[in-house]
């Protein structure tokens, strides 16, 4: 029986031929409406064959795969119609065997510079990804997918990027059938991912065109996020910097263009929250995160403890601001299969001024589901209310964050404290957006407080698992049965909502995103 690995390695994962028409279409506005009698085609990766469905001219076809019983299957659909040549469609496995191998017919293509830039590689390699450095470093070839013959051979080039199956595919054709034309499908980490930036000073091919479509389109396909297909001339040496692609719905209708670009000249989200990082005591929480861009938004929280394995700043008086801005920041706009790739960046210094900014992102930052501040980890320092506003029972035992906002604490001696935090003795300017999320707050806080079992001390998390409790997982349930709570919770979100339409413009001017 075949194993995983060589599963994962033997093909693409089915391209629906909705795409396979449109690819075609964007080949024949590249090369001309003559380009199948012009130009030879070879799919690399080709698994039954899916992806050269439509094409006329047999006699320019070469499809090879890793898997024997792929190829028997393209076999069997020629003897039904198929428009191949048996002797065209191999068993070869792309990443691992010598080009010695090939046909002859392709061969020669391939050793033939004039001919080598009329041959089209058309792709849809796997998107499988080996995340872990272990079996790298042991160099177990049998026990991980990504350890093929161009992963070691590419390794310098490749860098992080060595994991990704398809990158592999990418650089093996690049450097070694110089000047051809690449048309593949994959995802957009190749364009914009900063774990290919060394693959990309070294993949230096012009991309023509690009049109990018939703990941379940395609069979198989977990996630979402976008895939592109792209077409790049490998005879013009170019640096990718950016390009304006075509976006397709699920029903191959146009619904507008996405810039895409590498970030390369650019300092990243990451790079300025660790100038605001502390190392100081008075901890009042820690904000985890992981990466720059959607994908991981998950992943980006606060907490009360600081032991968890994930990277983390530490969060006190000093820099509590910035990290709201920066929790604020990331979760404003929510995740979707188009922005999945998108980096947030380091700003400009626009934002120092903006004090409602900052302001409306610490607001953002009290109520939003990402607080993950529990009694259970310790004292609770982001209670956002005195003990008379929500009518609890005693006194609480921090008052951090309501001295914080009214400016009671002296806060003095930090090289990285802004202007309007040094020795501030006013009270905080929240705009009207914030002062209805407070208000919104503040209603369910009061209710929480009514309840027996309150506890003074209780957070936001705290208190959605009062009311939401726990499944036989442990993880706390998505709704309530108390209809009261829940009108109110989603009287709170409706608020934070409209705050975050606020921020959100803030977030592209002062050069968080990029649009």
């Avoid at 004039?114 to 790298?136: D, F, G, Q, V």
């Avoid at 530490?314 to 404003?332: D, E, P, Q």
């Avoid at 299969?337 to 409306?360: A, I, T, V, Y």
């Avoid at 009290?366 to 982001?382: D, E, K, P, T």
Wanted: aromatic content about 14%; some cysteine.
């Amino acid at each position: 029986m075949e194993n995983r690995i060589e599963k994962e390695r033997k093909g693409a994962f089915y391209t629906p031929q909705i795409w396979v028409e449109t690819s075609q279409h964007y080949l024949a506005a590249a090369f001309g409406q003559d380009w199948q009698d012009e130009y030879f085609v070879w799919d690399c990766a080709a698994g039954t064959g899916n992806l050269l469905t439509g094409l006329t001219n047999k006699y320019h076809i070469w499809a090879s795969t890793l898997d024997k019983q792929d190829v028997d299957v393209m076999h069997d659909r020629i003897k039904n119609g198929a428009n191949l040549l048996e002797d065209q469609v191999f068993q070869f496995d792309f990443l691992n065997d010598d080009f010695k191998k090939l046909p002859e017919g392709l061969r020669d293509i391939i050793e033939e510079p004039e001919k080598r830039k009329k041959l089209i590689i058309y792709i849809n390699p796997p998107y499988a990804e080996h995340t872990s450095k272990s079996n790298l470093l042991k160099k177990s070839y049998k026990e991980d997918l990504s350890q093929t013959k161009t992963q070691i051979k590419y390794q310098e080039v490749l860098k992080k990027s060595s994991f990704e199956l398809f990158a592999q595919f990418l650089i093996r054709i690049y450097e070694e059938i110089p000047d051809c034309i690449i048309a593949e499908f994959s995802k957009l980490k190749v364009l914009q991912a900063p774990n290919f930036s060394n693959f990309r000073s070294h993949f230096l091919a012009k991309l023509e065109k690009c049109f990018i479509v939703h990941s379940q389109t395609f069979d198989n396909v977990k996630g979402k996020f976008p895939i592109g297909f792209k077409i790049w001339n490998t005879a013009k040496r170019e640096r990718f910097s950016h390009i304006a692609a075509t976006i397709y719905d699920r029903k191959a209708t146009i619904i507008g263009e996405k810039m895409l670009c590498s970030y390369e000249e650019e300092n990243y989200i990451n790079t300025w929250i660790s100038e605001f990082q502390s190392k100081t005591n008075g901890s009042i929480g820690y904000l985890h995160y992981r990466g720059h861009d959607f994908q991981h938004q998950s992943m980006v929280f606060i907490e009360s403890s600081g032991e968890s394995s994930m990277t983390k700043f530490l969060i006190n008086k000093y820099n509590v601001m910035k990290m709201s801005i920066y929790l604020a920041v990331r979760h404003c706009l929510p995740a979707t299969w188009l922005n999945d790739r998108d980096q947030f960046l380091f700003p400009n210094k626009k934002w120092e001024k903006d004090e409602l900014f900052q302001n409306d992102c610490l607001t953002f930052a009290l109520f939003h589901g990402q607080n993950r501040i529990s009694v259970r980890g310790g004292i609770n320092y982001w209670i956002p209310f005195t003990e008379s506003e929500v009518n609890a029972r005693t006194k609480f035992k921090s008052n951090f964050m309501t001295d914080f906002i009214k400016g009671k604490l002296k806060i003095e001696g930090n090289g990285n404290l802004l202007e309007s935090e040094k020795n501030r003795t006013t009270p905080l300017d929240f705009s009207v957006a914030s002062q209805a999320v407070f208000a919104a707050g503040k209603a369910l806080w009061q209710y929480y407080h009514a309840q027996p079992q309150a506890d003074p001390n209780a957070s936001f998390y705290d208190i959605k698992l009062h009311f939401q409790g726990k499944n036989l997982q442990g993880r706390m349930q998505s709704r309530s049965e108390d209809a009261i709570y829940t009108n109110l919770l989603s009287d709170l979100k409706e608020k934070l909502n409209l705050l975050a339409q606020k921020i959100e413009p803030k977030i592209y001017e002062y050069g968080f995103l990029k649009r």
